[in-house]
């Protein structure tokens, strides 16, 4: 039950208690009142009933003796003149209405009568006792039916001669009178005892009309042998009637009170549930996450106190709510969004624009909408941009966290202080970074990322110390139905677009999407596919062009696919490289290699392999460390192997590169350029590496079929690899026709179809049966690494 | 029936002395008769009065009976008189108050109205019987007069004794009081020359409503 209704109740209850209690008391009491009363009543009515017929007995004796003591009376009894007699008894009898008069001998024999029906020589039994005391209690007799109060007093001549006997009839008017005087308002009742009906009765049927009576019974003595018994009767229900009226007015005061009290106790429960309900949404609205509305209940009372706690709690929970957000959607060490929060705003923000397709200025005052025209629908683009630092790892590194930190706490400062303020910008994660921003023009892309490498990519300065800084910006642009994700990733393949073309800035277009899918899916299946031996080394001999003879072999790798067969590496090198996952191939590829040339040294049948190395792996600062690693625990003398590059390697850092293929170089494996002549690499750069050889790209050789003016170029080439001091080696050769052009211009090794196409190991076991092999004569080193617990993942950026 | 005051009994006494003496001629061949009154328990009883009716011869002629019956403070002096038939009874009222005196008994009825001092005249008895007076003003004054045919009466005395001198010879015996209920005595006598007694025991009812009846 509501508190309300409970507390209202509860006192209504207990009133109607409290007036129930009383009502009860006061009607026993006003019961026990009016019988009371009426019993006193009744004790004064039997008192006067008693009174008035002492008065009679009073009267009737006067009257008798007045009668008894003239003389000449006492002269006609004693002249026994029953005549004059009757007639002096009639006239003393009229005197006072007495009914009965009448004379009778000292024997009871009537002498004379008045007017009843008594005549001279009957009996007359009411004689025999006579009056003589005045205590004695008034004298009844029942004669014919009809009741008497009689006193008798002798007639004296001077002696008792006789004796009158003097009655007054106790008939209804008289009993009527009598109960009138009494007060009662009862019914009188006189019975002799002798029988049920009374003989006189103020009721005429002589019943008493109802129970609810209180009654006193009078014995007044009879001279005969009956009691006569008079019954005077007090109503009850007379007698409570004044009570009953107080009764009736207290259940009027308890009704009206319970009602007011109703009202009352309904107006107070609602004084106080009242603010309790208040108080209670006010809770539900901090439930619901709304801590912005005060309370504004200000009482003096209990529920003051409680409403000021809960605004307390309010602005604790607010606050705790506002950290927690922060928490939640900041990066702490930059202060920009992280990537939940960005991800919210990138939402929000496509929802605005992108989704619904119109557009709202987020701001409209009052006074502009008078002037407002309908505006046709207007989108302004929407542009994220992805940042990722460039070798933030070796900042951190190298010059400590502490640094780094300070570095990317620079960033942040920078994309804060924008001149153009992002919708947002946020730190997602390591060193990359995000900005959302609304564009004017789609065409506004390209400039807005370039404004925001310029501000990014200055120089840093940590602790007075100068640092470069060098980040690759993706941009996308939010279309139709792009959700965040999805722009998200755009970025994303736009940064990779740009890694790939080797430039800071790259813009995402449609054409990147499809494969994305396909080419995520791929890298889990290439994962899948090294972990489970689909990859296999295949082995292309190269022969010495002048002998023959075979010095050697290049490691190419080949994907058992399921379901698309045998994978040249064209199919999925490119893709390994974008993904990073190149060093892991790389890394295992070499491992193969390795083992497998220790194989065959140890067998006594060396061949010298040669593993290509791309451009990733030769930012890999451990690849020597590893290789040495590999050498040392294979036991392959380093001569052995042969590394060969791609000119893209040197692109990004020449410097670094260079660094990397002396430490190679130190271990005393050999190293290759591939496809020499491809690249963009300077003649300068290529006179500073430490390779041994250069391998004449297969696009050479076969120009070399078709065209004989290209002729001079390969021969250029040749004759340039040569001057440096490299060796040469031709790939791609597929007919005897450019072999031998080749062997003529003097270049040093061919490889190609027309000998061999890559064969898996038993294959090349079988080929290499019976051909001459360049003879080897190396050792194997040893080299102390210190343990590479490489637990770095090539994950995508 | 109330008690006659002392004064009155010695009255009595006297008169009925006085009316033996008057009777003194015959004195010789006169036997006393000593009669005892006593009540059951042995107590005397004064005021009876003894009534000897002479059966043998009849009784002497009265001479000049006169009797006097006073009314003093509201009571009659004597309350109990016998007197001879035909005897005449003044009835002075000595009382400052006047008196009116009544009786209505069949021996004697008469109505002397309201006065005082000496009545206009005598009331003659001259029926034996009780007769019993009243005054009409004062309920409580009664007087008894016993009417007898004969000379020889009297009444007992404080002690209880009476001696009458009777001629020898038969005599029926009559006892009367007021209050008189039962009596045990001889109804007859014989008298001869010596003294007789005559020992009377009776029981008095003092609250009888009526008086006794007479003889």
């Not at chain 1, 179809?753 to 019976?770: S, V």
Request: overall charge neutral; charged content about 20%.
């Amino acid at each position: 039950m509501a508190l309300r209704t409970r507390i209202a109740v509860t006192f209504l209850l207990l009133l109607g208690a409290v007036l129930a209690a009383a009502l009860t008391a006061v009607s026993i009491a006003n019961r026990s009142n009016a019988e009371r009363e009426a019993r006193r009543q009744l004790e004064v009515g039997a008192l006067v009933f008693t009174r008035l017929l002492d008065s009679n007995q009073r009267l009737l004796t006067q009257a008798a003796r007045a009668v008894a003591d003239d003389y000449g009376f006492r002269e006609a009894v004693a002249a026994r003149d029953t005549a004059t007699l009757a007639s002096a008894l009639e006239n003393s009898g009229a005197r006072i209405g007495a009914a009965l008069v009448v004379l009778t001998s000292l024997d009871g024999e009537v002498l004379a009568a008045s007017g009843s029906h008594l005549s001279p020589g009957a009996r007359f039994p009411g004689a025999i006792r006579h009056t003589h005391a005045s205590e004695q209690a008034p004298q009844m007799m029942v004669e014919d039916g009809r009741i008497y109060q009689v006193v008798t007093v002798a007639v004296r001549s001077p002696l008792p001669v006789a004796r009158i006997s003097m009655g007054f009839a106790l008939d209804e008017s008289a009993a009527r009178e009598l109960s009138s005087l009494t007060g009662l308002g009862g019914p009188l009742s006189v019975r002799a005892t002798s029988g049920w009906q009374p003989l006189v009765s103020t009721r005429p049927n002589g019943e008493s009309a109802s129970t609810d009576v209180a009654v006193r019974r009078l014995t007044l003595s009879d001279i005969g042998h009956d009691e006569v018994v008079a019954t005077l009767s007090r109503s009850l229900a007379d007698a409570r009637a004044p009570f009953a009226r107080l009764t009736n007015t207290l259940i009027l005061i308890g009704s009206l009170s319970m009602v007011g009290f109703a009202w009352a106790a309904f107006w107070i429960a609602r004084n106080i549930t009242q603010p309790l309900q208040d108080l209670t949404r006010s809770v539900d609205r901090i439930r619901a996450g709304d801590y912005e509305v005060a309370l504004a209940m200000h009482r003096p009372d209990e529920l003051g106190v409680l409403a000021d706690g809960l605004e307390h709690m309010q602005r604790a929970v607010q606050l705790r709510d506002r950290s927690i957000r922060r928490l939640a959607y900041e990066d702490t060490l930059t202060g920009l969004m992280n990537r939940t929060a960005f991800g919210g705003a990138l939402e929000s923000a496509l929802e605005r624009t992108g989704r619904t397709g119109r557009h709202e200025r987020p701001e409209r005052t009052g006074r502009d909408e008078r002037h407002e025209r309908p505006e046709p629908p207007h989108e302004r683009p929407l542009a994220v941009a992805r940042i990722n630092l460039d070798r933030f790892r070796r900042i951190n590194e190298h010059l400590g966290y502490a640094v780094g930190d300070e570095v990317l706490r620079t960033i942040a400062e920078r994309l804060k202080g924008l001149a153009a303020a992002p919708l947002a910008a946020a730190r997602l994660a390591g060193d990359q970074f995000a900005v959302l921003a609304e564009l004017e023009v789609a065409a506004d892309l390209a400039p807005w990322g370039a404004a925001l490498l310029d501000a990014l990519a200055a120089p840093a300065s940590v602790d007075s110390q100068p640092i470069d800084l060098s980040m690759t910006v993706g941009l996308a642009l939010a279309a139709k139905d792009t959700g965040a994700d999805a722009l998200l990733q755009r970025a994303d393949l736009a940064v990779e677009r740009a890694r790939r073309a080797k430039r800071p800035l790259a813009i995402y277009e449609d054409g990147l999407a499809p494969a994305a899918r396909d080419q995520l899916s791929l890298l889990g299946e290439l994962r899948h596919a090294l972990e489970h031996g689909e990859l296999q080394l295949y082995f292309q001999p190269k022969l010495e062009l002048a002998t023959g003879r075979v010095c050697g072999a290049e490691v190419l790798l080949r994907w058992q696919h399921p379901t698309r067969g045998l994978l040249a590496p064209a199919a999925f090198i490119p893709f390994a490289e974008q993904t990073g996952f190149l060093r892991r191939m790389t890394r295992w590829t070499l491992e193969r290699a390795i083992g497998q040339a220790a194989q065959w040294y140890r067998a006594g049948r060396p061949l010298a392999l040669a593993v290509n190395i791309g451009a990733d792996d030769l930012t890999d600062e451990r690849l020597d460390s590893r290789i040495a690693q590999l050498l040392t625990v294979h036991q392959l003398p380093p001569a052995l192997l042969t590394l060969e590059l791609t000119e893209s390697g040197f692109i990004d850092d020449a410097e670094r590169a260079l660094r990397m293929l002396d430490a190679l170089r130190t271990l005393g494996v050999k190293l290759s350029i591939d496809d020499f002549g491809t690249g963009y690499s300077s003649l300068s750069l290529l006179a500073r590496m430490p390779v041994q050889e250069v391998k004449i790209d297969r696009s050479f050789v076969q120009a070399l079929e078709s065209d004989p003016e290209f002729l001079a170029v390969v021969r250029s080439a040749i004759d340039m690899g040569h001057n440096l001091g490299l060796a040469v080696v031709a790939e791609g050769i597929e007919t005897a026709s450019s072999a031998e052009r080749l062997r003529a211009l003097h270049c040093d090794v061919g490889q190609g179809y027309l000998y061999a196409q890559p064969l898996p190991l038993a294959e090349l076991d079988q080929w290499l049966l019976g051909r001459e092999r360049v003879p080897v004569i190396a050792v194997p080193v040893s080299f102390r690494v210190e343990d590479l617990g490489d637990t770095v993942s090539l994950a995508t950026y | 029936m109330r008690r006659a005051t002392l004064r009155g009994a010695r009255i009595a006494l006297l008169g009925a002395l006085g009316l033996h003496s008057m009777l003194a001629p015959a004195a010789a061949g006169a036997t006393p008769v000593s009669i005892t009154a006593r009540t059951v328990a042995g107590l005397p009883v004064a005021g009876l009065i003894v009534i000897l009716d002479p059966l043998d011869a009849p009784p002497p002629p009265a001479v000049h009976p006169h009797a006097v019956i006073d009314q003093v403070h509201k009571h009659f002096v004597p309350r109990v008189t016998v007197v001879r038939t035909g005897t005449a009874i003044t009835l002075p009222n000595s009382d400052q108050i006047r008196h009116q005196v009544y009786s209505f008994s069949p021996a004697k009825t008469f109505n002397l109205k309201l006065y005082a001092g000496s009545p206009a005249v005598d009331v003659v008895f001259d029926k034996p019987g009780l007769v019993v007076l009243g005054c009409n003003i004062h309920d409580t004054m009664v007087a008894f007069v016993g009417v007898v045919d004969t000379p020889f009466f009297g009444t007992v005395s404080d002690s209880g004794e009476l001696t009458l001198e009777v001629p020898a010879g038969r005599y029926r015996v009559r006892l009367w009081h007021p209050a008189l209920s039962a009596a045990t005595a001889p109804a007859e006598i014989t008298v001869s020359a010596q003294t007789l007694s005559l020992p009377i025991t009776l029981s008095l009812d003092t609250e009888r409503e009526t008086v006794a009846p007479w003889p």
